[in-house]
T-cell receptor, first 109, second 118 residues
Framework: SQQGEEDPQALSIQEGENATMNCSYK?????LQWYRQNSGRGLVHLIL?????REKHSGRLRVTLDTSKKSSSLLITASRAADTASYFC?????????FGGGTRLMVKP | GAGVSQTPSNKVTEKGKYVELRCDPI?????LYWYRQSLGQGPEFLIY????????DSGLPNDRFFAVRPEGSVSTLKIQRTERGDSAVYLC????????????????FGEGSRLTVL
């Protein structure tokens, strides 16, 4: 079963625009992570935000976490064609990391 | 090697056959995870090892699936009497100390083993 649910399932934008993906989850967590997956490849860790943090930045990535609403968002600013991939949120509790269904992002040049 | 290595990268087998998938984690990583990913879906947890022991195997779908990690490094996922529904990409990941350990909780994934059961 998958705890996280990403929204939207698919997103298509023009290069230079910002992309926002949302994630909702159901149970208590220690942290929430975002991963990226290029077609046919493994997942690559992007960023981790702990349950006591509200916002985190890494380069062009900005992640927010609202534990009262059990939701998180990933913002990619100034998108590039190379950002085209699937993005997954994953919630960590204990030693378990549970993934959502992902958002498929397409950035058109 | 520098990353998580999985072999084979592709495996085609017939229904009813036995399959083994191998994962070689990053050196020094004590935690090892197996996930299964179907097309268009997110990874689904199968089993987690801390060292040699299976700390959590609650994700294994049935008793046809079994995984070992005898020396606390390389792991093998074994699937008996394969069924067409077992077709998926099997992903292995490792981390320094598990999500609750002293590290950041980041998992390092291999490229996966794509299993096709005809």
């Amino acid at each position: 079963s998958q705890q996280g649910e990403e929204d939207p399932q698919a997103l298509s934008i023009q290069e230079g625009e910002n992309a926002t993906m949302n994630c909702s989850y159901k149970t208590s967590i220690n942290n929430l992570q975002w991963y990226r997956q290029n077609s046919g490849r493994g997942l690559v860790h992007l960023i981790l935000i702990r349950s006591n943090e509200r916002e985190k930045h890494s380069g062009r990535l900005r992640v927010t976490l609202d534990t009262s609403k059990k939701s998180s968002s990933l913002l990619i600013t100034a998108s590039r064609a190379a950002d085209t991939a699937s993005y997954f949120c994953a919630t960590g509790a204990g030693n378990m990391l549970t993934f959502g269904g992902g958002t498929r992002l397409m950035v058109k040049p | 090697g520098a990353g998580v290595s999985q072999t084979p990268s592709n495996k085609v087998t017939e229904k009813g056959k036995y399959v083994e998938l191998r994962c070689d984690p990053i050196s020094g990583h004590t935690a090892l995870y197996w996930y299964r990913q179907s097309l268009g879906q997110g990874p689904e947890f199968l089993i987690y090892f801390q060292g040699t022991g299976a700390a959590d195997d609650s994700g294994l779908p049935n008793d046809r699936f079994f995984a070992v990690r005898p020396e606390g490094s390389v792991s093998t996922l074994k699937i008996q009497r394969t069924e067409r529904g077992d077709s998926a990409v099997y992903l292995c990941a490792s981390s320094l100390g598990g999500l609750a350990g002293a590290n950041t909780g980041e998992l390092f994934f291999g490229e996966g083993s794509r299993l096709t059961v005809l």
